[in-house]
């Protein structure tokens, strides 16, 4: 079992930057495909960016594609999700999210494909 811990939340303006953390716990975090996901108030949640657990294919939703960058350091424990150009629409609670047990250069692209959860950190992009 992994647990993890997102960080790197706040209130931004729109066109502004954040950087989100998920920091996991454990010894085989390379063993994890990640990702990241996001629920607006009212919404369902939905995939914003994944990453394989070799760091070499990443995915993105259309909406934050050439906005949004996702990597991780193995060596670390850690996965970000770099934003860029962000937009009041991309307010939402952003949660880190684990798969254990994908093929090396596998991503999840849907939630119900994640076994583990964070707790989430509040992105607000005001216009």
């Known amino acids: 079992q992994v647990q993890l811990v997102e960080s790197g939340g706040g209130l931004v303006q729109a066109g502004g930057s954040l950087r989100l953390s998920c920091a996991a716990s454990?010894?085989?975090?390379?063993?994890?495909?990640m990702g990241w996901l996001r629920q607006a108030p009212g919404k369902e949640r939905e995939f914003v960016a994944a990453?394989?657990?070799?760091?070499?294919?990443?995915y993105y939703a259309d909406s934050v594609k050439g906005r949004f960058t996702i990597s991780r350091d193995n060596a670390k424990n850690t996965v970000y999700l770099q934003m860029n150009s962000l937009k009041p629409e991309d307010t939402a609670v952003y949660y880190c999210?684990?798969?254990?047990?994908?093929?090396?250069?596998?991503?999840?692209?849907?939630?119900?494909?994640?076994?583990?959860w964070g707790q989430g950190t509040q992105v607000t992009v005001s216009s």
């Open positions: 999210a684990a798969d254990r047990g994908a093929a090396y250069t596998r991503v999840v692209v849907v939630a119900t494909g994640y076994d583990y």
């Open positions: 990453i394989s657990r070799s760091g070499l294919t990443t």
């Open positions: 454990g010894r085989t975090f390379s063993s994890y495909a």
